[in-house]
């Protein structure tokens, strides 16, 4: 079955620490993956992606996920947390070719200042 | 960058009544639309697939005459819960693919709706 797990429901840390949220997915073939965040009041918005090439991919506001086939994991991290950062990130997998994204349950990140 | 409008953000109805929810790409044309379902602390899960000019796409276990798709134009596609109850209350996404994007894709989201059936 196509699924994606994100293990962390809920994490809390303080300014300044480093991050690094599971991503690990369940997809027969070539996929795409993908990181979205939504921040207080605001709509989901793409934080990064992954479609081929260097398995180690930065995004925006300084975060970066690393695509490790094996593990069938997109692991995101930062290594140093803002309080802007609290939000819902969401781990996402797109089989190559479609346009049928599966969801992971999301985690919720507060950052404390 | 890329818009996607959603109305209304939330909307509480009686028991029976359709309810219709609005998903508009201001400054893009969108082929493809998706709907998605959201309960708390549960994950996005995917509806339907909104094509401009034919029928959508759903998904399994999703009852098509539940929920309505249309998708008229190449900027609005619009879903109706008919005749609602309160385990159709939840909140509702939708999503825009912009037409000709391929390799570089990524999906627009609206703001979502909170469908509260009494």
């Known amino acids: 079955a196509q699924s994606v797990s994100q293990h962390n429901h809920h994490v809390i840390l303080s300014e300044a620490a480093s991050l690094e949220l599971g991503c690990n997915y369940s997809?027969?073939?070539?996929?795409?993956l993908f990181w979205y965040v939504q921040y207080p009041g605001q709509h989901l918005q793409l934080l990064l992606k992954?479609?081929?090439?260097?398995?180690l991919v930065k995004g925006i506001k300084g975060f970066e996920a690393e695509f490790i086939k094996s593990k069938f994991s997109f692991n995101l991290r930062k290594p140093s947390v803002q309080w802007s950062d609290t939000a819902e990130y969401f781990c996402?997998?797109?089989?190559?070719?479609?346009?049928?994204?599966?969801f992971g349950t999301g985690t919720r990140l507060k950052v404390l200042a | 960058g890329a818009v996607v409008s959603q109305h209304p953000s939330w909307v509480i109805c009686k028991s029976g009544t359709s309810v219709k929810i609005e998903c508009r790409s201001l400054?893009?044309?969108?082929?493809?639309m998706f709907w998605y379902r959201q309960f708390p602390k549960q994950s996005l899960m995917l509806m339907a697939t909104?094509?401009?000019?034919?029928?959508?796409?759903?998904e399994q276990g999703v009852e098509k005459d539940k929920f309505l798709i249309n998708h008229a134009s190449l900027t609005l596609s619009t879903l109706t819960v008919t005749s609602a109850h309160p385990e159709d209350s939840s909140f509702y996404i939708c999503?825009?693919?912009?037409?000709?994007?391929?390799?570089?894709?990524?999906?627009?989201f609206g703001s979502g709706t909170q469908l509260s059936v009494l």
């Open positions: 992954y479609f081929s090439g260097d398995p």
């Open positions: 909104s094509n401009e000019g034919s029928k959508a796409t759903y």
């Open positions: 996402a997998v797109r089989g190559s070719g479609t346009y049928k994204y599966i």
């Open positions: 999503s825009a693919r912009e037409t000709g994007m391929a390799t570089n894709e990524k999906l627009f």
């Open positions: 997809y027969g073939g070539t996929v795409n």
């Open positions: 400054d893009f044309q969108a082929t493809t």
